[in-house]
C-alpha cells in the first residue's frame, strides 16, 4: 500500500487529486493539507511514502515545505511529488534541489498522475515533459566553463559510477543500465545507491541536478 498526503491551498484540487488516487486499491490518501507548514506537521504525524505538493501555497511554500520534510531523518523513506501548474525552470531546479523525486502539471491526465506516484514511491526521478525541456533548456543556455567541471562530489566517484550516474541523467531506470553494461540489477542498484551516499543525494532526481551541474552530462549527449 502506498500512502499519500495531498498538499494544495485550492480544496477542489485536493480533492479532485484524493478521487483520482482513491481509484487504486494499492493507494491511501492518508492525509490533506492547505499549505506548508500543515503539509510538514502532518508529514510528521503520518509518516506518509508520498507527498503529493503544491509550490504556490500561504503560509510556507511548496518549495520550503519540500526542503523541510526531505531534511527530516524521521522522514526518510518520504518522496515529495511536486504537481503544479507552474512547470517553469525557476520552480523545477528549486524543487528537485529541495528533494522533491518527481515534478508533473496539474494539466496531466490521470493515469499520469497515479503513474508519478507509483514511479517516486518506487524511486525513480520523473519529472513531466515540459518540465523536462525546461531543464534541458536551462543547461543548454549555460556555458560549459561556467558549470562546476571539477566537483569535488564527482571527483569522488569511480569512473564506472560516473558512467551510471551519466545514465541516471539520461532517464534510464535500474534495468537499462543493467542491460547496456551487462551486469546486473542488483549491481546497477548498488551502484546508483552508493553515488547517491557519496554524493549526499536524497534521491535520483538530485542525481540528475548534480550530473547537468557538473557538467557530467550534458543534454545533447
Do not use: W
Request: net charge negative.
Amino acid at each position: 500500500m502506498i500512502t499519500v498526503l495531498i498538499v494544495d491551498d485550492q480544496t477542489l484540487i485536493r480533492q479532485a487529486v484524493a478521487d483520482i488516487l482513491a481509484d487504486h486499491d494499492e493507494i491511501a490518501v492518508v492525509g490533506q493539507a492547505a499549505d506548508g507548514q500543515e503539509a510538514v506537521e502532518i508529514a510528521r504525524a503520518l509518516h506518509p511514502d508520498v507527498v503529493v505538493m503544491d509550490i504556490r501555497m500561504p503560509h510556507l511554500d511548496g518549495i520550503q515545505a519540500t526542503a523541510a520534510i526531505c531534511a527530516d531523518p524521521g522522514l526518510a523513506d518520504t518522496k515529495v511529488l511536486v504537481l503544479t501548474t507552474f512547470e517553469e525552470d525557476e520552480y523545477l531546479v528549486a524543487a528537485l534541489r529541495a528533494g522533491a523525486s518527481g515534478f508533473i502539471g496539474k494539466g496531466s491526465e490521470p493515469d499520469d498522475i497515479v503513474r508519478a506516484v507509483r514511479a517516486v514511491h518506487a524511486g525513480d526521478a520523473l519529472l513531466s515533459p515540459l518540465a523536462t525541456r525546461a531543464l534541458i533548456d536551462r543547461f543548454v543556455a549555460t556555458p560549459p566553463a561556467a558549470r562546476l567541471e571539477s566537483s569535488p562530489l564527482i571527483s569522488s566517484l569511480t569512473e564506472r559510477e560516473q558512467e551510471v550516474l551519466r545514465m541516471v541523467a539520461k532517464g534510464r531506470s535500474n534495468q537499462e543500465i543493467a542491460d547496456e553494461l551487462f551486469i546486473s540489477p542488483h549491481t546497477a542498484k548498488t551502484h546508483v545507491n552508493r553515488i547517491m551516499t557519496k554524493v549526499h543525494a536524497h534521491d535520483r532526481a538530485q542525481l540528475v541536478i548534480l550530473a547537468y551541474e557538473s557538467g557530467l552530462h550534458t543534454p545533447r549527449e
